[in-house]
């Protein structure tokens, strides 16, 4: 069974940073990509930032310079850490992955944390 817990979020002030956490459990599968999408009110969900199996990296535009994603495969976990926060960051943050089973590719979400930046 596959399963995605987030945690981290909060209120925060402009300006401020958060560090967001992911625990996978993934049982058998193969990770091929994990990392974070958020969602505001009214968009539609966007890429932050992921991580591939041999640790190339990916960042949403508004993100880069700003946010920096991190693992530890000892604690199974995806860390987003985000410096410099804008009110336009605020959103529903999801832990996302792309496994790999013997039959094929399955991607899997949590259940969302949500971060509010204040001005």
């Known amino acids: 069974q596959v399963q995605l817990v987030e945690s981290g979020g909060g209120l925060v002030q402009a300006g401020g940073s958060l560090r967001l956490s992911c625990v996978a459990s993934?049982?058998?599968?193969?990770?091929?990509?994990i990392g974070w999408y958020r969602q505001a009110p009214g968009n539609e969900r966007e890429l932050v930032a992921s991580?591939?199996?041999?640790?190339?990296?990916n960042y949403g535009d508004d993100v880069k310079g700003r946010f920096t994603i991190t693992t530890d495969n000892a604690k199974n976990t995806v860390y987003l850490q985000m410096n410099t926060l804008i009110p336009e960051d605020t959103a529903v943050y999801y832990c996302?992955?792309?496994?790999?089973?013997?039959?094929?590719?399955?991607?899997?979400w949590g259940q969302g944390t949500q971060v509010t930046v204040s001005s």
């Open positions: 996302n992955t792309r496994l790999r089973s013997t039959t094929g590719f399955n991607t899997y």
């Open positions: 993934v049982g058998t599968f193969s990770v091929i990509r």
């Open positions: 991580i591939t199996s041999e640790g190339s990296t």
